[in-house]
């Protein structure tokens, strides 16, 4: 079992950045897959951002690529999400996703535990 925290959102400018970070209970934080997904509208589905896997590879949605950077550190339990340039099409709740498998995942019905979420807004 796991309980995942996410803090860091906020309103922002476009181009601006923020930094999330979702802190993990327990004491076998390394052997997860960590993912970011996002959902931009109530009643939408959550979609993949992001993802580290046990082994650190990491993979990203394309439209994210090059602008976000999602890292981990395993002796403070957290996963981190670097968010750069962003724009105003990023807003939506975040969440953090954790999976106990060496392999990253993309899907949302593949994860068996999530935070609540933490809110981004990005004003054009």
């Known amino acids: 079992q796991v309980q995942l925290v996410e803090s860091g959102g906020g309103l922002v400018q476009a181009g601006g950045s923020l930094r999330l970070s979702c802190a993990a209970s327990?004491?076998?934080?390394?052997?997860?897959?960590m993912a970011w997904f996002r959902r931009q509208a109530p009643g939408k589905e959550r979609e993949f951002v992001a993802?580290?896997?046990?082994?650190?590879?990491?993979y990203y949605e394309d439209s994210v690529k090059g602008r976000f950077t999602i890292s981990r550190d395993n002796v403070k339990n957290t996963v981190y999400l670097q968010m750069n340039s962003l724009k105003p099409e990023d807003t939506a709740v975040y969440y953090c996703?954790?999976?106990?498998?060496?392999?990253?995942?993309?899907?949302?019905?593949?994860?068996?535990?999530w935070g609540q979420g933490t809110q981004v807004t990005v004003s054009s």
């Open positions: 327990g004491r076998t934080f390394s052997r997860y897959s």
């Open positions: 993802v580290i896997s046990r082994s650190g590879s990491t």
């Open positions: 996703a954790a999976l106990d498998s060496y392999y990253a995942r993309y899907r949302e019905s593949d994860y068996n535990y």
